[in-house]
Each structure stands twice: as C-alpha cells, then as structure tokens.
C-alpha cells in the first residue's frame, strides 16, 4: 500500500473514530510560514469550493 494510501485510511479511521461526519487535515508548508489543508473529507463539493479563498 502506498504512503497516500495509508495516510487516507488513517485519516478516514482518526474522523470516524471522533465520531464525526467531517473532517480536515492541515499540514504544515515546508517552509513553516503556513497551514494548508491537506485532506478533506464529508464536505459536499460545492461547499467546499465557494468557501476557497480565491
């Protein structure tokens, strides 16, 4: 199984765990200045893009 792979089925288990519909996983830019939104999950599509900064 590759790395993303895992990442994803770890995330998925860490959202349902908490006993949430949603969930969103931030990391860190390599240069530490800021957050960015890595994965998503639950969030219906078109909520998710009008609420993007543009």
């Known amino acids: ?3 993303h ?3 994803d089925t770890e995330f998925l288990e860490v959202v349902r ?3 949430t519909s ?3 996983l931030y990391l ?4 530490g200045d800021v957050l960015r ?4 999950c639950g ?7 009008a609420a993007a900064p543009s």
């Open 37 to 40: 939104l890595a994965m998503l």
């Open 1 to 3: 199984m590759a790395a």
């Open 43 to 49: 969030a219906p599509l078109d909520r998710t893009l």
């Open 17 to 19: 765990g908490a006993g």
């Open 28 to 31: 860190l830019s390599p240069d």
């Open 22 to 24: 949603t969930g969103g």
């Open 5 to 7: 792979d895992r990442l």
